[in-house]
Nanobody
Framework: QVQLVESGGSSVQAGESLRLSCVIS????????MAWFRQAPGKEREGVAD????????DYADSVQGRFQISFEHARDTLYLQMHSLKPEDTATYYC?????????????????WGQGTQVTVSS
């Protein structure tokens, strides 16, 4: 059974950086697409970034382009989201996902496996 466990969420000030981690376990084949989503209170879930673990190809939402970086470390079976220049509007629960779908560099709001979420709060 595939499991995803996120960590790294915290409360920070605007302009600061934070790194989220997601350890994946229980899979017996290479999972190609992994992603980070986020959901703020009262808002729909939003795709933040995705990566194809085979070659590291990544896509980003316009709202985080240039500030966030997604990566996958095979040796640790861990997905990362490095976030810089955080803004109050980045405040949300962040979810790790596996077996996602990307069409024309657009991350669809669906995935087979999800983590439990980690809270990021950015204050001004």
């Amino acid at each position: 059974q595939v499991q995803l466990v996120e960590s790294g969420g915290s409360s920070v000030q605007a302009g600061e950086s934070l790194r989220l981690s997601c350890v994946i376990s229980g899979y017996s084949y290479r999972i190609g697409c992994m992603a980070w989503f986020r959901q703020a209170p009262g808002k729909e879930r939003e795709g933040v970034a995705d990566i194809y673990t085979g070659d590291g190809t990544a896509d980003y939402a316009d709202s985080v382009q240039g500030r966030f970086q997604i990566s996958f470390e095979h040796a640790r079976d861990t997905l990362y989201l490095q976030m810089h220049s955080l803004k109050p509007e980045d405040t949300a629960t962040y979810y790790c996902a596996a077996e996602c779908t990307v069409i024309n560099h657009k991350l669809l709001p669906h995935a087979t496996y999800w983590g439990q979420g980690t809270q990021v709060t950015v204050s001004s």
